[in-house]
Protein backbone atom coordinates (compact mmCIF):
# COMPACT_ATOMS: atom_id res chain seq x y z
CA UNK A 1 0.00 0.00 0.00
CA UNK A 2 2.73 2.56 0.85
CA UNK A 3 4.53 1.86 -2.24
CA UNK A 4 1.26 2.48 -4.44
CA UNK A 5 0.98 6.02 -2.04
CA UNK A 6 4.51 6.87 -3.04
CA UNK A 7 4.02 6.09 -6.61
CA UNK A 8 0.78 8.26 -7.06
CA UNK A 9 2.11 11.05 -4.98
CA UNK A 10 5.30 11.28 -7.80
CA UNK A 11 2.89 10.98 -10.52
CA UNK A 12 1.05 13.86 -9.16
CA UNK A 13 3.61 15.42 -8.51
CA UNK A 14 4.93 15.12 -12.38
CA UNK A 15 1.43 16.34 -13.17
CA UNK A 16 0.98 19.40 -11.18
CA UNK A 17 4.79 20.69 -12.51
CA UNK A 18 3.59 19.83 -16.13
CA UNK A 19 0.22 21.76 -15.16
CA UNK A 20 2.30 24.72 -13.82
CA UNK A 21 4.87 24.72 -17.12
CA UNK A 22 1.84 24.87 -19.15
CA UNK A 23 -0.03 27.58 -16.95
CA UNK A 24 3.64 30.03 -17.46
CA UNK A 25 3.99 29.66 -20.76
CA UNK A 26 0.38 30.08 -21.90
CA UNK A 27 -0.41 33.67 -23.06
CA UNK A 28 -1.74 35.96 -20.03
CA UNK A 29 -3.87 39.54 -20.15
CA UNK A 30 -2.33 42.67 -18.69
CA UNK A 31 0.61 44.48 -17.86
CA UNK A 32 2.33 47.70 -19.53
CA UNK A 33 4.79 46.61 -22.53
CA UNK A 34 7.59 49.26 -22.30
CA UNK A 35 9.70 50.17 -25.24
CA UNK A 36 12.70 52.33 -25.64
CA UNK A 37 14.43 53.74 -28.78
CA UNK A 38 16.69 56.53 -30.47
CA UNK A 39 14.68 58.15 -32.70
CA UNK A 40 12.60 61.18 -31.38
CA UNK A 41 9.65 62.27 -34.37
CA UNK A 42 7.51 64.93 -33.48
CA UNK A 43 4.30 63.46 -35.54
CA UNK A 44 1.67 60.83 -35.27
CA UNK A 45 0.51 61.51 -39.19
CA UNK A 46 1.87 58.40 -41.06
CA UNK A 47 1.80 60.54 -44.55
CA UNK A 48 4.08 62.61 -42.52
CA UNK A 49 6.71 59.83 -42.62
CA UNK A 50 9.83 59.64 -44.79
CA UNK A 51 12.39 57.26 -46.28
CA UNK A 52 14.73 58.46 -43.82
CA UNK A 53 12.59 57.18 -40.60
CA UNK A 54 14.19 54.10 -38.77
CA UNK A 55 12.58 50.72 -38.47
CA UNK A 56 11.49 50.86 -35.04
CA UNK A 57 9.45 53.99 -35.73
CA UNK A 58 7.51 52.00 -38.88
CA UNK A 59 7.03 49.33 -36.57
CA UNK A 60 5.95 51.35 -33.96
CA UNK A 61 3.67 53.86 -36.56
CA UNK A 62 2.06 50.05 -37.45
CA UNK A 63 0.77 49.40 -34.09
CA UNK A 64 -1.81 52.52 -34.55
CA UNK A 65 -2.21 52.26 -38.06
CA UNK A 66 -2.76 49.43 -40.94
CA UNK A 67 -2.55 49.19 -44.41
CA UNK A 68 -4.61 47.96 -47.22
CA UNK A 69 -2.14 45.02 -48.13
CA UNK A 70 0.93 43.57 -45.32
CA UNK A 71 3.89 42.00 -47.18
CA UNK A 72 5.16 38.35 -45.03
CA UNK A 73 8.81 37.52 -44.72
CA UNK A 74 9.19 36.26 -48.63
CA UNK A 75 7.82 40.14 -49.72
CA UNK A 76 4.44 38.38 -50.85
CA UNK A 77 1.29 40.74 -50.20
CA UNK A 78 -1.13 39.49 -47.69
CA UNK A 79 -4.24 40.91 -46.80
CA UNK A 80 -4.79 43.52 -44.23
CA UNK A 81 -7.16 46.45 -44.61
CA UNK A 82 -8.15 44.47 -48.28
CA UNK A 83 -9.61 41.64 -48.38
CA UNK A 84 -8.71 41.51 -52.48
CA UNK A 85 -7.57 43.49 -55.24
CA UNK A 86 -7.35 42.98 -59.03
CA UNK A 87 -5.02 44.77 -60.83
CA UNK A 88 -6.08 45.78 -64.48
CA UNK A 89 -4.99 47.91 -67.13
CA UNK A 90 -1.55 47.13 -67.25
CA UNK A 91 -1.00 47.86 -63.97
CA UNK A 92 -2.59 51.20 -64.63
CA UNK A 93 -5.72 50.38 -62.80
CA UNK A 94 -5.97 48.71 -59.51
CA UNK A 95 -9.32 47.41 -57.49
CA UNK A 96 -9.27 46.87 -53.82
CA UNK A 97 -12.52 45.42 -51.90
CA UNK A 98 -12.18 46.68 -48.09
CA UNK A 99 -13.04 44.18 -44.72
CA UNK A 100 -16.43 44.82 -43.54
CA UNK A 101 -17.24 45.36 -40.34
CA UNK A 102 -13.93 47.47 -39.29
CA UNK A 103 -14.01 50.58 -36.94
CA UNK A 104 -11.43 53.01 -36.35
CA UNK A 105 -10.39 53.78 -33.25
CA UNK A 106 -12.98 56.33 -32.76
CA UNK A 107 -15.50 54.32 -33.61
CA UNK A 108 -16.28 55.99 -36.99
CA UNK A 109 -16.28 52.84 -39.37
CA UNK A 110 -13.90 52.54 -42.55
CA UNK A 111 -15.43 53.50 -45.68
CA UNK A 112 -14.39 53.55 -49.17
CA UNK A 113 -14.53 57.34 -49.23
CA UNK A 114 -11.90 57.42 -46.02
CA UNK A 115 -9.62 54.97 -47.51
CA UNK A 116 -9.53 56.82 -50.98
CA UNK A 117 -8.85 60.58 -48.61
CA UNK A 118 -6.20 59.26 -46.69
CA UNK A 119 -3.98 57.52 -49.57
CA UNK A 120 -4.71 61.39 -51.50
CA UNK A 121 -2.97 63.15 -48.52
CA UNK A 122 0.18 60.65 -49.05
CA UNK A 123 -0.33 59.95 -52.76
CA UNK A 124 -1.13 63.77 -54.52
CA UNK A 125 -0.20 62.00 -58.08
CA UNK A 126 -3.01 58.91 -57.76
CA UNK A 127 -6.48 58.68 -58.80
CA UNK A 128 -8.16 56.94 -56.03
CA UNK A 129 -12.18 56.54 -56.58
CA UNK A 130 -14.58 55.22 -53.98
CA UNK A 131 -17.35 53.60 -54.20
CA UNK A 132 -20.06 51.55 -52.13
CA UNK A 133 -17.62 49.03 -50.99
CA UNK A 134 -14.34 49.21 -52.91
CA UNK A 135 -11.81 51.61 -53.91
CA UNK A 136 -9.86 52.32 -57.24
CA UNK A 137 -6.49 53.27 -57.83
CA UNK A 138 -5.52 55.01 -61.23
CA UNK A 139 -1.87 55.78 -61.91
CA UNK A 140 -0.36 57.57 -64.63
CA UNK A 141 1.78 54.81 -65.84
CA UNK A 142 2.12 51.09 -64.91
CA UNK A 143 2.87 50.42 -61.47
CA UNK A 144 3.56 46.78 -60.87
CA UNK A 145 5.09 47.56 -57.49
CA UNK A 146 1.25 48.98 -55.71
CA UNK A 147 0.87 46.58 -53.54
CA UNK A 148 4.58 46.77 -51.84
CA UNK A 149 3.73 50.31 -52.24
CA UNK A 150 0.65 50.16 -50.22
CA UNK A 151 2.43 48.47 -47.36
CA UNK A 152 4.71 51.43 -46.56
CA UNK A 153 4.10 53.33 -43.49
CA UNK A 154 3.25 56.40 -45.32
CA UNK A 155 0.62 54.47 -47.11
CA UNK A 156 -1.34 53.36 -43.91
CA UNK A 157 -4.86 54.74 -43.21
CA UNK A 158 -6.02 57.11 -41.15
CA UNK A 159 -9.26 58.89 -40.44
CA UNK A 160 -8.10 62.75 -40.30
CA UNK A 161 -10.16 65.24 -38.59
CA UNK A 162 -9.45 69.30 -37.40
CA UNK A 163 -7.63 69.92 -34.52
CA UNK A 164 -7.26 66.18 -33.58
CA UNK A 165 -4.48 63.05 -34.21
CA UNK A 166 -5.11 60.99 -37.02
CA UNK A 167 -6.80 58.13 -36.03
CA UNK A 168 -5.92 54.19 -36.99
CA UNK A 169 -7.74 50.68 -36.84
CA UNK A 170 -4.98 49.28 -35.69
CA UNK A 171 -4.18 46.93 -32.59
CA UNK A 172 -3.58 50.11 -30.41
CA UNK A 173 -5.01 53.26 -29.98
CA UNK A 174 -3.40 56.20 -28.60
CA UNK A 175 -3.83 57.18 -24.84
CA UNK A 176 -0.86 59.89 -24.61
CA UNK A 177 1.61 61.37 -26.27
CA UNK A 178 3.85 63.84 -25.97
CA UNK A 179 6.12 65.52 -29.01
CA UNK A 180 9.53 63.79 -29.23
CA UNK A 181 9.51 62.10 -25.53
CA UNK A 182 6.73 59.87 -24.92
CA UNK A 183 3.95 57.94 -26.32
CA UNK A 184 1.61 55.50 -24.41
CA UNK A 185 -0.45 53.64 -26.59
CA UNK A 186 -3.72 51.24 -25.12
CA UNK A 187 -4.82 48.10 -26.79
CA UNK A 188 -8.08 48.40 -28.78
CA UNK A 189 -10.78 46.32 -27.17
CA UNK A 190 -12.36 46.30 -30.57
CA UNK A 191 -9.71 45.49 -33.25
CA UNK A 192 -11.14 43.45 -35.88
CA UNK A 193 -8.70 40.65 -35.65
CA UNK A 194 -7.79 39.62 -31.70
CA UNK A 195 -7.42 41.94 -29.13
CA UNK A 196 -3.58 42.03 -27.75
CA UNK A 197 -2.34 40.40 -24.91
CA UNK A 198 -0.89 43.82 -23.39
CA UNK A 199 -3.14 46.51 -21.75
CA UNK A 200 -0.62 48.93 -22.89
CA UNK A 201 2.60 49.93 -24.29
CA UNK A 202 5.06 52.84 -23.03
CA UNK A 203 7.67 54.45 -25.82
CA UNK A 204 10.12 56.32 -24.55
CA UNK A 205 12.27 58.31 -27.83
CA UNK A 206 15.19 60.15 -27.83
CA UNK A 207 17.50 57.44 -25.78
CA UNK A 208 20.95 56.30 -26.24
CA UNK A 209 22.08 53.01 -27.05
CA UNK A 210 23.98 52.96 -23.59
CA UNK A 211 20.82 54.07 -22.08
CA UNK A 212 18.78 51.61 -23.58
CA UNK A 213 20.91 48.90 -22.49
CA UNK A 214 20.87 50.21 -18.88
CA UNK A 215 16.96 50.63 -18.63
CA UNK A 216 17.19 46.98 -19.74
CA UNK A 217 18.99 45.49 -17.34
CA UNK A 218 17.42 47.20 -14.91
CA UNK A 219 14.09 45.53 -15.75
CA UNK A 220 13.00 49.66 -16.63
CA UNK A 221 12.03 48.26 -20.14
CA UNK A 222 11.56 45.44 -22.25
CA UNK A 223 12.12 45.94 -25.99
CA UNK A 224 15.36 48.00 -26.85
CA UNK A 225 17.36 48.41 -30.00
CA UNK A 226 21.45 47.62 -30.11
CA UNK A 227 23.85 48.91 -32.65
CA UNK A 228 24.99 46.51 -34.25
CA UNK A 229 28.94 46.75 -33.58
CA UNK A 230 27.38 46.54 -30.23
CA UNK A 231 25.74 43.00 -30.71
CA UNK A 232 28.61 40.80 -29.34
CA UNK A 233 28.97 42.24 -26.12
CA UNK A 234 25.71 42.21 -25.60
CA UNK A 235 25.30 39.03 -26.53
CA UNK A 236 28.29 38.32 -24.07
CA UNK A 237 26.00 39.49 -21.07
CA UNK A 238 23.60 36.57 -21.86
CA UNK A 239 21.21 38.98 -23.16
CA UNK A 240 18.36 38.24 -25.50
CA UNK A 241 19.39 39.12 -29.01
CA UNK A 242 17.56 39.30 -31.85
CA UNK A 243 18.62 40.08 -35.49
CA UNK A 244 17.23 40.55 -39.07
CA UNK A 245 18.62 40.35 -42.17
CA UNK A 246 21.06 43.50 -43.76
CA UNK A 247 18.25 46.03 -43.95
CA UNK A 248 20.24 48.98 -43.93
CA UNK A 249 22.37 51.50 -46.41
CA UNK A 250 25.42 53.12 -44.62
CA UNK A 251 26.83 55.63 -47.82
CA UNK A 252 28.21 58.43 -48.01
CA UNK A 253 25.94 61.08 -50.33
CA UNK A 254 27.28 63.85 -52.10
CA UNK A 255 24.79 66.90 -51.72
CA UNK A 256 24.86 67.74 -55.45
CA UNK A 257 25.96 66.56 -58.35
CA UNK A 258 29.50 66.50 -59.80
CA UNK A 259 30.43 69.38 -61.81
CA UNK A 260 32.76 68.69 -63.98
CA UNK A 261 35.20 65.42 -65.26
CA UNK A 262 37.83 66.08 -62.71
CA UNK A 263 34.93 65.68 -59.99
CA UNK A 264 33.57 62.83 -60.84
CA UNK A 265 37.42 61.17 -60.86
CA UNK A 266 37.97 62.53 -57.66
CA UNK A 267 34.48 60.45 -56.34
CA UNK A 268 35.79 57.67 -58.11
CA UNK A 269 38.97 57.83 -55.91
CA UNK A 270 37.40 58.58 -52.57
CA UNK A 271 34.74 55.39 -53.18
CA UNK A 272 38.62 53.25 -54.07
CA UNK A 273 40.36 54.41 -51.25
CA UNK A 274 37.83 53.62 -48.55
CA UNK A 275 39.13 50.50 -46.44
CA UNK A 276 35.62 48.88 -45.51
CA UNK A 277 36.74 45.38 -45.04
CA UNK A 278 39.01 46.54 -42.08
CA UNK A 279 36.00 49.08 -41.10
CA UNK A 280 33.70 46.65 -41.15
CA UNK A 281 35.47 44.14 -38.99
CA UNK A 282 37.37 46.34 -36.04
CA UNK A 283 35.43 49.34 -36.22
CA UNK A 284 31.54 47.88 -36.76
CA UNK A 285 33.02 44.15 -35.05
CA UNK A 286 31.98 42.15 -38.20
CA UNK A 287 28.63 42.98 -37.99
CA UNK A 288 28.34 45.15 -41.67
CA UNK A 289 28.48 43.71 -44.76
CA UNK A 290 31.29 45.64 -47.08
CA UNK A 291 29.02 46.63 -49.90
CA UNK A 292 29.76 48.33 -53.18
CA UNK A 293 25.70 48.23 -54.23
CA UNK A 294 23.01 49.81 -52.82
CA UNK A 295 20.90 47.23 -52.45
CA UNK A 296 21.96 43.98 -50.70
CA UNK A 297 22.29 40.66 -51.55
CA UNK A 298 19.66 39.18 -50.38
CA UNK A 299 17.46 41.51 -52.01
CA UNK A 300 18.89 40.88 -55.71
CA UNK A 301 21.16 38.33 -55.80
CA UNK A 302 23.54 40.05 -58.06
CA UNK A 303 25.04 42.55 -55.23
CA UNK A 304 28.63 40.92 -55.66
CA UNK A 305 28.52 41.97 -59.12
CA UNK A 306 29.59 45.62 -57.28
CA UNK A 307 33.34 45.53 -55.75
CA UNK A 308 33.60 46.88 -52.17
CA UNK A 309 37.32 46.54 -51.92
CA UNK A 310 40.09 49.40 -52.05
CA UNK A 311 42.32 49.41 -54.96
CA UNK A 312 44.59 52.56 -53.22
CA UNK A 313 46.99 52.44 -56.63
CA UNK A 314 44.08 52.86 -58.96
CA UNK A 315 42.48 55.45 -56.46
CA UNK A 316 45.92 57.47 -56.83
CA UNK A 317 45.85 57.25 -60.36
CA UNK A 318 42.38 58.62 -60.39
CA UNK A 319 43.58 61.29 -58.22
CA UNK A 320 46.66 62.21 -60.35
CA UNK A 321 44.45 62.76 -63.72
CA UNK A 322 42.43 65.61 -62.13
CA UNK A 323 43.35 69.00 -61.94
CA UNK A 324 42.29 70.51 -58.50
CA UNK A 325 41.94 69.17 -55.07
CA UNK A 326 39.43 70.40 -52.88
CA UNK A 327 38.86 69.89 -49.32
CA UNK A 328 35.25 68.24 -48.96
CA UNK A 329 33.75 68.69 -45.73
CA UNK A 330 32.35 65.33 -44.59
CA UNK A 331 29.25 65.32 -42.32
CA UNK A 332 28.17 63.01 -39.92
CA UNK A 333 25.67 62.47 -37.12
CA UNK A 334 27.35 64.63 -34.34
CA UNK A 335 25.15 62.27 -31.40
CA UNK A 336 26.43 59.10 -32.98
CA UNK A 337 30.34 58.29 -31.88
CA UNK A 338 30.39 55.35 -34.23
CA UNK A 339 29.59 58.01 -37.39
CA UNK A 340 31.78 59.99 -36.14
CA UNK A 341 34.58 57.11 -35.75
CA UNK A 342 33.77 56.03 -38.69
CA UNK A 343 33.86 59.28 -41.07
CA UNK A 344 37.72 59.75 -39.20
CA UNK A 345 38.47 56.43 -40.87
CA UNK A 346 37.28 57.77 -44.20
CA UNK A 347 39.34 61.05 -44.10
CA UNK A 348 42.59 58.68 -43.06
CA UNK A 349 41.98 56.03 -45.95
CA UNK A 350 41.09 59.61 -48.14
CA UNK A 351 44.04 60.98 -47.51
CA UNK A 352 46.68 57.86 -48.55
CA UNK A 353 44.95 58.79 -51.66
CA UNK A 354 45.85 62.32 -51.57
CA UNK A 355 42.59 63.39 -51.07
CA UNK A 356 41.56 66.05 -48.56
CA UNK A 357 38.60 65.30 -45.99
CA UNK A 358 37.59 67.12 -42.88
CA UNK A 359 34.67 65.37 -40.86
CA UNK A 360 32.61 67.79 -38.95
CA UNK A 361 28.73 67.82 -37.40
CA UNK A 362 27.42 70.90 -39.01
CA UNK A 363 24.97 70.72 -41.09
CA UNK A 364 26.24 72.20 -44.63
CA UNK A 365 28.63 69.92 -46.04
CA UNK A 366 29.42 68.62 -48.92
CA UNK A 367 28.91 64.75 -48.76
CA UNK A 368 27.10 63.47 -46.11
CA UNK A 369 27.61 59.63 -43.68
CA UNK A 370 24.09 58.35 -43.95
CA UNK A 371 22.58 55.46 -42.68
CA UNK A 372 19.69 54.85 -44.80
CA UNK A 373 16.66 52.24 -43.99
CA UNK A 374 15.58 50.16 -46.43
CA UNK A 375 11.98 50.32 -45.72
CA UNK A 376 10.51 47.33 -48.05
CA UNK A 377 11.52 43.88 -49.07
CA UNK A 378 10.19 44.85 -52.26
CA UNK A 379 13.71 46.16 -54.12
CA UNK A 380 12.14 48.33 -56.34
CA UNK A 381 10.61 50.40 -53.24
CA UNK A 382 14.33 49.76 -51.22
CA UNK A 383 15.88 51.10 -54.83
CA UNK A 384 13.11 54.52 -54.64
CA UNK A 385 13.72 55.24 -51.65
CA UNK A 386 17.32 55.54 -51.68
CA UNK A 387 17.38 57.93 -54.47
CA UNK A 388 14.73 60.07 -53.16
CA UNK A 389 17.14 60.73 -49.80
CA UNK A 390 20.15 60.75 -52.59
CA UNK A 391 17.43 63.56 -54.92
CA UNK A 392 17.73 61.75 -58.26
CA UNK A 393 14.99 59.46 -60.00
CA UNK A 394 15.23 55.85 -60.34
CA UNK A 395 14.59 55.19 -64.27
CA UNK A 396 12.33 52.35 -64.14
CA UNK A 397 12.33 49.97 -67.24
CA UNK A 398 8.98 48.60 -68.97
CA UNK A 399 8.65 45.91 -66.38
CA UNK A 400 10.04 45.22 -62.67
CA UNK A 401 12.35 42.14 -63.90
CA UNK A 402 15.74 41.81 -62.38
CA UNK A 403 17.45 43.09 -65.58
CA UNK A 404 15.52 46.35 -65.18
CA UNK A 405 16.40 46.39 -61.32
CA UNK A 406 19.63 46.01 -62.46
CA UNK A 407 20.64 48.88 -64.76
CA UNK A 408 18.58 51.07 -62.35
CA UNK A 409 20.69 50.68 -59.53
CA UNK A 410 23.82 50.70 -62.25
CA UNK A 411 22.63 54.07 -62.94
CA UNK A 412 21.84 55.26 -59.68
CA UNK A 413 25.85 54.66 -59.11
CA UNK A 414 27.01 55.81 -62.01
CA UNK A 415 25.66 59.45 -61.35
CA UNK A 416 28.54 59.85 -58.68
CA UNK A 417 25.86 61.30 -56.34
CA UNK A 418 26.26 57.84 -53.66
CA UNK A 419 29.25 55.51 -52.54
CA UNK A 420 27.90 52.58 -50.80
CA UNK A 421 29.88 51.48 -47.54
CA UNK A 422 27.84 48.70 -45.72
CA UNK A 423 24.53 46.95 -45.14
CA UNK A 424 23.75 46.40 -41.56
CA UNK A 425 20.80 44.42 -39.70
CA UNK A 426 18.54 46.09 -37.38
CA UNK A 427 19.59 44.30 -33.42
CA UNK A 428 17.12 44.28 -30.44
CA UNK A 429 16.92 43.01 -27.10
CA UNK A 430 14.35 41.96 -24.95
CA UNK A 431 13.87 41.12 -21.53
CA UNK A 432 12.98 37.63 -19.98
CA UNK A 433 9.75 38.38 -19.29
CA UNK A 434 8.72 39.14 -22.79
CA UNK A 435 6.88 36.28 -24.58
CA UNK A 436 5.87 35.69 -28.04
CA UNK A 437 8.59 38.27 -29.23
CA UNK A 438 9.29 37.38 -33.26
CA UNK A 439 11.57 39.70 -35.40
CA UNK A 440 11.37 39.39 -39.08
CA UNK A 441 13.93 39.06 -41.14
CA UNK A 442 12.87 42.65 -42.38
CA UNK A 443 13.04 43.93 -39.59
CA UNK A 444 9.24 44.06 -38.58
CA UNK A 445 7.58 42.41 -35.24
CA UNK A 446 3.86 42.37 -33.82
CA UNK A 447 3.68 43.11 -30.27
CA UNK A 448 -0.31 42.08 -30.95
CA UNK A 449 1.16 38.96 -29.82
CA UNK A 450 3.21 39.21 -27.12
CA UNK A 451 2.67 38.95 -23.69
CA UNK A 452 4.35 39.37 -20.23
CA UNK A 453 4.95 37.02 -17.74
CA UNK A 454 3.64 38.04 -14.20
CA UNK A 455 3.74 42.12 -14.66
CA UNK A 456 1.45 44.34 -13.23
Avoid at 174 to 182: F, M, P, R, V, Y
Avoid at 299 to 320: E, H, I, N
Avoid at 385 to 392: E, H, N, P, Q
Wanted: charged share 20%; aromatic share 8%; net charge negative.
Amino acid sequence: MKHFAWRWLAVSSLLLAALTADAETRPQYGGTLHIAMREAWNSLDPAETTPADSITEANIFALVFEPLVALDDRGLAQAALAISWQPSHANRQWRFRLRPGVKFHDGTPLTPEIVAASLRISNPSWKVMADAESLTIDCESPDPEMLAELALPRNTIANRSPGAPPTGTGPFRLANWQSGKELTLAANDDYWNRRPFVDSIEIEMGKSFRDQLIELQSGKADVVEVAPEQAQRVAIDRQRLYSSLPIELMALVFTRGAQSEDDQLLRQALSLSIDRDSMGSVLLQGAAHPAGSVLPNWMTGYAFVFPSQSDLPQARRDRDQAHANPTWTLGYDGSDAMARLLAERIALNARDAGLSLRPTSSATVDLRLMRIPLPSPDPWIALDSVSTLAGLPVAHGLDDSIENLYTAEQSLLATDRIIPLFHLPVVYAVSPALHGWKLHEDGGWNLADVWLENRP
